[in-house]
């Protein structure tokens, strides 16, 4: 992974890459976060960021464990949320080696974004050596298929009133081929820099390699505006959003065949 990359921004992590934990439109994350609570379950937060999940991690949970790989990163999360239930640790998940640790719940929250297809790799083999024996994993990545949405919606904007802020037919192709740097890989150029976007069954199929089986999978939904400058009023349904999965490792991969 890029250190120096994630490090630069630390200081505008907020502005760089959307914190779901605030911007989570239904409460999603938290419900499920709230359906594996307990006071003896341990969880993870791997590639934690500044720390955005952590205070909410805190209440639900036994003890936390946060990681990532940019140190600026790991102290702007270590200032956000300081206590005895909290531990961080600085790990380059992309290397796929096992962690030092096991927990009841692993969190991956927009970290599986490596344009990189081995580093992505990595990063989940390292997730799956964190999660316990009937353990489960609950991760969220950027939905390829928001991406084409949000296009779609452009156009019908510009159809239905005319406005500038909408996108007309040859404008939105040439907007949408400048922005998708891969559709074959799902990399999308996020304020310029290459970023991983999934598709719902390569998502589902990637992580049944890694031997993580998926048994829930819903949206995580946001407000419009983080998509589309002065949004109409009228522009409500469905908006655009990431994918979330709660998975468990699956038997044969806990016994380590």
Known sequence: MDRQYWDSLADNYEDSLLE??????????????????????????????????LPLLVRYFKDVTAVDYA??????????????????????????RDLPFSVEVVCCINALIDPDRKKRS??????????????????????????????QTLRMIRERTGSIDGLGVSEAERMLRAEVQSFSDGIVRVGGTATKYWMREELISCLNEQGLKVRRIRKVE????????????WLKEPPPWDWMVRCEKSAAEAAGE
């Open 122 to 151: 990595g990063m989940l083999r390292s997730v799956c050596s964190a999660i316990q024996e009937k353990g489960v994993a609950v991760i969220v990545v950027p939905a390829m298929e928001s991406v084409f949405h949000v296009y």
């Open 222 to 233: 946001y407000e419009w505006s983080q998509e589309i400058d002065n949004a109409p009023d």
């Open 71 to 96: 140190e600026r990163l790991l102290d702007q999360a270590r200032r956000r949320c300081r206590g005895k239930k909290i531990r961080f640790a600085s790990y380059d998940l992309s290397e796929g």
């Open 20 to 53: 779901i934990s605030r911007e989570d439109l239904e409460g999603a994350l938290a419900d499920e976060l709230s359906i594996l609570r307990g006071e003896n379950v341990s969880v993870a937060d791997l590639g934690c960021g500044p720390g955005s999940l």
